[in-house]
């Protein structure tokens, strides 16, 4: 038996890489049974079967999985972002911070496309909040070493809108990757999806950069009965002022007596934060413990 980590997940395939090769996996009927898949990002045991083959005995336990993107033991999600074309919503920014914040996984706000648009109003918001952000441009450079150094050491999985950059950037990271890159229709100010699959890169001998298809992806089977119960913890902003609150249980919308709200008013909480997470409660506010998924 060797121990690896899933690189690559395709087609029923898993590409494990053991260190001295990466070996073309299927995985044991048990793991169907039990309702459990492998995942990229998931440390294995596998047994070789010679040839560059083996099959996937055991996961090892996970610190978070992601459903789609179908990934696990992510150490920080980059979210890379644009105030070009297409811009970005600060909105879908928060809402995969919140799910990423649950998942106790780091958050950096990566703003491309600067070289085009410097994304001031992004930029504000992030540099004000508790959430880490930095401007680069995959076609000057800019920021591109900064950001290396935020990812070290890490495994990271980049998400982002379609078109904002993803694939120009681990490009530029890597010049000996050649993931393909989209054009961002102008009618519509979408990028085209070139990521067709979740996969692991390696950048240095101890970072990783999982490259995701777009913000779509973080569909609503994350927004779940855990997030509804922890929301004001998943923006940290919230966490010095939760228990100055007037009332135990306070939602922080429009309640007497809230210090959330007093201290967006003080200008301690930038307001779009605040914004995203009252729009975010109601996006969740109505699920009940019967429609918890089995």
Request: charged share 30%; hydrophobic share 35%.
């Given at each position: 038996?060797?121990?690896?980590?899933?690189?690559?997940?395709?087609?029923?395939?898993?590409?494990?890489?053991?260190?001295?090769?990466?070996?073309?996996?299927?995985?044991?009927?048990?793991?169907?049974?039990?309702?459990?898949?492998?995942?990229?990002?998931?440390?294995?045991?596998?047994?070789?079967?010679?040839?560059?083959?083996?099959f996937v005995?055991?996961?090892?336990?996970?610190?978070?999985?992601?459903?789609?993107?179908?990934?696990?033991?992510?150490?920080?999600?980059?979210?890379?972002?644009?105030?070009?074309?297409?811009?970005?919503?600060?909105?879908?920014?928060?809402?995969?911070?919140?799910?990423?914040?649950?998942?106790?996984?780091?958050?950096?706000?990566?703003?491309?496309?600067?070289?085009?648009?410097?994304?001031?109003?992004?930029?504000?918001?992030?540099?004000?909040?508790?959430?880490?952000?930095?401007?680069?441009?995959?076609?000057?450079?800019?920021?591109?070493?900064?950001?290396?150094?935020?990812?070290?050491?890490?495994?990271?999985?980049?998400?982002?809108?379609?078109?904002?950059?993803?694939?120009?950037?681990?490009?530029?990271?890597?010049?000996?990757?050649?993931?393909?890159?989209?054009?961002?229709s102008k009618?519509?100010?979408?990028?085209?999806?070139?990521?067709?699959?979740?996969?692991?890169?390696?950048?240095?001998?101890?970072?990783?950069?999982?490259?995701?298809?777009?913000?779509?992806?973080?569909?609503?089977?994350?927004?779940?009965?855990?997030?509804?119960?922890?929301?004001?913890?998943?923006?940290?902003?919230?966490?010095p002022y939760?228990?100055?609150?007037?009332?135990?249980?306070?939602?922080?919308?429009?309640?007497?007596?809230?210090?959330?709200?007093?201290?967006?008013?003080?200008?301690?909480?930038?307001?779009?934060?605040?914004?995203?997470?009252?729009?975010?409660?109601?996006?969740?506010?109505?699920?009940?413990?019967?429609?918890?998924?089995?």
């Amino acid at each position: 038996m060797s121990r690896g980590r899933i690189e690559k997940a395709l087609s029923g395939f898993y590409y494990v890489n053991t260190g001295s090769e990466v070996l073309q996996c299927r995985a044991r009927g048990k793991f169907r049974r039990e309702g459990l898949s492998p995942l990229v990002g998931d440390w294995v045991q596998v047994r070789e079967l010679g040839n560059g083959e083996g099959f996937v005995e055991e996961v090892e336990p996970r610190r978070n999985v992601f459903v789609r993107p179908s990934a696990a033991n992510i150490d920080q999600l980059v979210i890379i972002a644009s105030g070009a074309i297409p811009v970005t919503d600060p909105y879908l920014i928060d809402r995969i911070s919140a799910i990423a914040a649950l998942k106790k996984c780091q958050v950096l706000v990566c703003l491309n496309k600067c070289d085009i648009n410097r994304a001031d109003a992004l930029y504000d918001i992030y540099r004000d909040s508790a959430i880490e952000v930095l401007r680069v441009s995959a076609v000057t450079g800019e920021g591109i070493e900064e950001l290396r150094e935020k990812l070290r050491g890490k495994l990271n999985a980049f998400t982002g809108n379609s078109g904002v950059g993803k694939s120009s950037i681990l490009n530029t990271l890597d010049e000996t990757l050649t993931i393909p890159v989209g054009e961002v229709s102008k009618a519509l100010g979408r990028g085209r999806h070139t990521t067709r699959h979740v996969e692991m890169f390696p950048l240095d001998t101890d970072t990783y950069v999982i490259d995701t298809p777009g913000f779509s992806s973080f569909d609503t089977e994350e927004l779940n009965l855990e997030l509804k119960a922890h929301l004001p913890e998943t923006f940290p902003e919230f966490l010095p002022y939760i228990d100055g609150c007037r009332f135990v249980g306070c939602k922080h919308i429009k309640e007497k007596g809230c210090h959330v709200l007093l201290a967006v008013k003080e200008g301690n909480i930038p307001r779009s934060r605040h914004a995203s997470y009252v729009r975010l409660y109601e996006e969740v506010k109505d699920l009940n413990e019967w429609e918890k998924k089995c």
